[in-house]
């Protein structure tokens, strides 16, 4: 059952899932690898006519702080990390708030510096069509959706595939990650789907052209499983994982004409995505089973070396894929409803 939040309920629940794992960069299919996040900053520019005291600044600075960053986690794609704190006595109003923008109207904040946070929050939510959270045997979903056009089919196929297979990902891969995760739909993101932290983000064109591919979230989900951090390992490897992943445990692979495909001798492991999760699934039923498993942990523990596969199977990778490429038949079997 869908619950609808209130913005500054949304606020709290973004504040206990404390997002600890760092921010992506998109890939050019639009979805993500881990880098260093960075931290927000705030101009105050006081235009009122009363002088603007430290007291005030530090309460400004506070409220900016605790509210901007679950704002821009939760907001979408690419949100400003620099913004403009303006005190006017001529706003019409209480706060304007927008990614990068914030009016306050001086007299509000002398009668009502108390309710600071909670009104900057829910100005800053306002563009959104819908907040939901969801709870589920432990796990819980935040889902905001951007677009008032959303497939409300779409939005519960993507909710169902979540509470199918994260809890799935969680108990095999990484039973530490986790079990507070983020969905936002966005209007203005141009690629596929990226993970961020504890936060997955939709493409809403995307969903539209592809209403079918449900198993996006399998993909991402991964994403947050995996919770490598930073400089854990080469991305193909991250990205075949995650593909490899989707290809073991996805919901609906058919039903979205999702495959791996057939080799050719134009390609490489580190090609990244399908063609290396094909490569992986090779691995697992003519090398070692459980091999992938393996790397995805060392990969977790900063531990991965290009030695690591010659330590798990004998051979290094381009032995692997030479091998590979010999004898690149398989049998594979999809997931579907």
């Known amino acids: 059952m869908l619950k609808k939040v209130t913005p500054f309920a949304l606020l709290l629940i973004l504040s206990a899932t404390a997002f600890a794992q760092n921010a992506v960069t998109p890939r050019s299919n639009g979805q993500g690898q881990n880098r260093r996040s960075r931290g927000y900053q705030v101009e105050i520019i006081n235009h009122s006519s009363t002088p603007l005291d430290t007291v005030t600044t530090r309460a400004l600075n506070k409220a900016f702080q605790t509210i901007y960053p679950k ?5 979408g794609y690419r949100t400003k990390r620099e913004a403009t704190l303006e005190l006017s006595d001529q706003f019409e109003g209480t706060i304007s708030a927008k990614a990068g923008a914030i009016i306050i109207n001086r007299s509000w904040l002398q009668k009502n510096g108390k309710k600071l946070e909670k009104e900057l929050m829910y100005q800053f939510s306002r563009s959104w069509v819908s907040v ?17 056009n959303l497939d409300q089919k779409v939005k519960q196929n993507l909710i169902d595939t979540y509470f199918k297979v994260y809890p799935v990902l969680v108990k095999t891969f990484n039973k530490k990650s986790t079990k507070d995760v983020l969905f936002v739909v966005d209007t203005a993101y141009g690629g596929v789907a990226e993970a961020s932290g ?43 994982i995650a593909d490899y992943v989707r290809y073991k445990y996805g919901v ?53 070396t290009e030695k690591s596969w010659a330590a798990l199977s004998g051979k290094t990778v381009d032995q692997l894929w030479q091998d590979y490429a010999k004898s690149p038949e398989l049998k594979l079997t999809y997931s579907g409803k």
């Open 252 to 304: 609906d692979n058919i039903g979205s004409k999702w495959s791996l495909p057939e080799f050719n001798t134009r390609q490489n492991y580190t090609d990244s995505y399908r063609i290396t999760a094909r490569f992986f699934e090779w691995i697992e039923q003519h090398v070692k089973k459980g091999m992938i498993s393996e790397l995805d942990q060392q990969l977790r523990a900063h531990t991965y």
């Open 132 to 148: 939901d959270t969801i709870n589920k045997k432990g796990y819980s979903l935040v889902f905001i959706s951007k677009d008032p």
């Open 71 to 75: 704002f821009a986690q939760a907001d």
């Open 198 to 240: 504890n936060r997955i983000l939709f493409s809403s064109k995307y969903m539209k052209s592809n209403p079918t591919d449900i198993d996006v979230v399998t993909h991402e989900t991964m994403h947050i499983a995996q919770g490598y951090g930073y400089s854990a390992g080469p991305v193909w490897l991250t990205e075949g």
